[in-house]
């Protein structure tokens, strides 16, 4: 029976998005831009506080939509990419003192558990936190610890295979490799969560 495909032993990780078995390059610092349509998809689904910290702020993708919408945003980085982001390590330890806002942000993969872990200490209870992570977050052993302690209470699955920006560069929103979703986290909720697909 003939195939009716070639590849190498890196194919099927690289069409599942495994950057550990890809040839290609990763962005600097890990910089994949979120494309502004889904934020707005984000923003239709759920309903966020006025105040709202985006983290790993990029280009502005996510901040500049947030704010036609309305939201005042903290907007930080490890890196100021536009002259107008504070310089801003998330990964340190987090103070006592909890902020009162939600976190939007589009982390870097290799740390989004740790990312995930500080936002549920910096926010106050009821305080919502949304990551848009690939649906492989789900899996591992420490995942699921992450899971236990922190269940998020929607997961949107997107339909539409949307693309990350390498780099912030311009391209489709739709036709990408790999399958990307909203994680919604609320403090203090300790239900099972809700999966739910978006185009």
């Known amino acids: 029976m003939s195939k009716d495909w070639t590849g190498n032993s890196v194919s099927l990780y690289k069409i599942n998005g495994c950057s550990s078995h890809s040839k290609e390059e990763r962005a600097e610092y890990d910089f994949?831009?979120?494309?502004?349509?889904?934020?707005?998809?984000l923003l239709e689904l759920e309903q966020f506080s006025e105040n709202v910290w985006e983290p790993c702020a990029g280009n502005n993708m996510i901040t500049n939509v947030l704010i036609e919408h309305g939201h005042n945003v903290r907007n930080s980085d490890i890196v100021d990419r536009t002259g107008?982001?504070?310089?801003?390590?998330?990964?340190?330890?987090?103070?006592?003192?909890?902020?009162?806002?939600?976190?939007?942000?589009?982390?870097?993969?290799?740390?989004?558990?740790?990312?995930?872990?500080?936002?549920?200490r910096w926010v106050k209870n009821g305080h919502k936190v949304a990551?848009?992570?690939?649906?492989?977050?789900?899996?591992?052993?420490?995942?699921?610890?992450?899971?236990?302690?922190y269940p998020p209470k929607y997961i949107y699955v997107s339909t539409s295979r949307m693309n990350c920006l390498k780099n912030g560069k311009t391209m489709p929103m739709e036709g990408g490799a790999v399958c990307f979703c909203w994680f919604v986290w609320e403090k203090g909720f300790a239900g099972e969560p809700t999966i739910r697909w978006f185009n």
């Open 32 to 41: 994949y831009a979120t494309h502004p349509r889904a934020v707005e998809m």
């Open 84 to 120: 107008d982001i504070e310089i801003f390590d998330f990964l340190q330890e987090p103070q006592d003192d909890t902020q009162d806002c939600d976190i939007i942000t589009n982390p870097p993969y290799k740390y989004a558990k740790e990312f995930v872990e500080n936002s549920m």
């Open 131 to 149: 990551m848009l992570l690939k649906l492989t977050f789900l899996e591992g052993k420490k995942r699921r610890e992450l899971f236990k302690k």
